[in-house]
């Protein structure tokens, strides 16, 4: 029984905030099965920053996906454990992860040209995206991502947030 002290205090060192053992993918193809990832383990602390890097085709994206809970329908993840938090990401239902994702956990995608909706402006994907998130009001959460369209360096930001994704460059959508 950990020892929980009136200050919060645990002693039971903390687990971490993203656990990965064993983790597979694999996707039937024309020949068989590709493993696109063969039990990579890894963990993440909480502030931790970790890259994974490998040569192209090596399963980093497929990775990511599998975590995200958006690998192709045909996909097969098997994992000894893939813990977010104390959720459990190989059995946790849609709803709850669709509760985490873009809250808790969040992707940036590799080609930004399809990673946003051509049919909406920029301000219209943020502000759903917070919305769906928090109880604000359409005017905060448009201050809101007009805010962090400056903190990322995003200059005339009022006006990027009326644009349509093919109005902005390859590195204005990555951001
Ligand atoms: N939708 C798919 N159907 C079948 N195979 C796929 C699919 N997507 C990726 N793959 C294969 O899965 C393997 C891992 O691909 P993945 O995209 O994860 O590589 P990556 O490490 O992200 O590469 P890069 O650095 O080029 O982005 C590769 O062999 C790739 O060809
Ligand atoms: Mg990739």
């Not at 696109?36 to 602390?45: L, N, S």
């Not at 995206?129 to 007009?146: E, P």
């Not at 903190?151 to 951001?175: D, T």
């Amino acid at each position: 029984m950990s020892n929980q002290s009136s200050a919060g205090r645990s002693t039971a060192p903390a687990s971490p905030l993203l656990s990965v053992k064993q983790l597979r993918v694999d996707l039937p193809v024309a020949k068989g099965t590709l493993h696109a990832v063969r039990g990579i383990d890894f963990h993440v602390e909480r502030g931790e920053m970790l890259c994974l890097v490998g040569e192209s085709g090596c399963g980093k994206s497929m990775t990511s996906l599998a975590l995200m809970g958006l690998l192709p329908r045909k996909a097969q993840i098997s994992a000894d454990c893939l813990n977010f938090d104390g959720v459990d990401l190989l059995t946790v239902s849609e709803r709850e992860r669709s509760n985490l994702r873009g809250a808790r956990m969040a992707m940036i995608f590799q080609e930004p040209m399809t990673a946003l909706n051509p049919a909406y402006t920029l301000g219209n994907q943020l502000c759903e995206a917070l919305r769906r998130h928090q109880r604000v009001s359409r005017k905060a959460a448009h201050d809101r991502a007009l805010y962090l369209l400056k903190r990322v360096g995003i200059s005339a930001a009022e006006e990027r947030m009326r644009q349509y994704p093919h109005q902005l460059s390859g590195g204005l959508r990555q951001r």
